[in-house]
């Protein structure tokens, strides 16, 4: 008896509680939030993912919309959540990557505040007007631009979003300036191109394309490295505008927040990866030009981190920062 207790006794303090907390988890209604208006690309994919969560854990998974501040007031909400897996956030993390280099005094640090989940897809960036812009390619785009320098109009999903960076890297490429109308979402800033109150957008390919097949918007180039399958004859910005290595995007990523039990991460990663991997997800992505990831935690730390640097070169190098 003595003995079974002392094997009992080390085979608690082998696994303290990371059985226990992945063979609960979930035991209730799990919250993604999306820090972004419904329509945009991360509010598609929060949807999508949720409802085949729901589908498997037999728990509502329930998507929460709280746009404002490119995506930080959801995040700084997530990042103060109970740490139990219950509060996640999908969002388009290359803007969380921009956030510090943007906004000063942000609430949260990116990498001490968040346990990252996964990487879940990337999707390039359109690069679309209004049907009445008179250019057809980059390079008259880039001409016009320089023709009326401060005159063209472009939507974005707010100052300091992956979007507005798109607009900001190929500005600072090409030489040419022009105006942001920072919108509360990707859906909003679509509205405001197809209504003619901008010119033009970078947006998610995702959120995107149906407004271009509609004929709402014009076409111009996509911003990955190489041509996508579902867009063969749009060419990509780096070919068209002579811009090499020019490639921007919207990458979706789940984040928990920090100190988040491990184990806990790893089944909310097991159960994306796996929905982004089944064979009418991988499809639906695919036929808008999103492609899944579904890489490890420890991977998409890698990747924030390493993105967080690159955007904070660019906004040195362009002097760009937001008014008081």
Known sequence: MK?????????????????????????KPIRIVVPFAPGGTSDI???VIGAKMTENW?????????????????AE??????????????MDVGNLSISPSIFPKLPFDIIKDFAPVTAISYSPHLLATHPSVPVKTVKELVALAKA??????VGSTGLGSAPHMAGLLFAHRTGIKWVYIPAKGGAQSILDVASGQADLLFNGMLATLPHVQSGRLKLIAISSEQRVPALPDTPTVAEAGNLPGFVTGS?????APAKTP?????????????????PDIKEKLSATGAYPIGNSPREFGEWLAASKDRWAKLIKDTGFKLED
Do not use: K
């Open 58 to 74: 037999r728990h509502q998974v329930l998507v929460d919309n709280r746009p404002g501040a490119s995506g930080n007031i959801g």
């Open 3 to 27: 003995l079974h207790r002392l094997l009992a006794a080390a085979l608690c303090a082998a696994f303290p509680m990371g059985a226990a907390h992945a063979q609960a988890f979930p035991a």
């Open 262 to 278: 491990a184990d806990v991460v790893a089944r909310v990663n097991a159960e994306v990866v796996r929905i982004i991997t089944l």
């Open 77 to 90: 909400f997530v990042a103060r959540a109970a740490p139990d897996g219950y509060t996640v956030v999908l």
């Open 148 to 153: 009326r320098p401060g005159g063209l109009n």
């Open 251 to 255: 990458w979706q990523g789940m984040l």
């Open 45 to 47: 994919l929060a949807r």
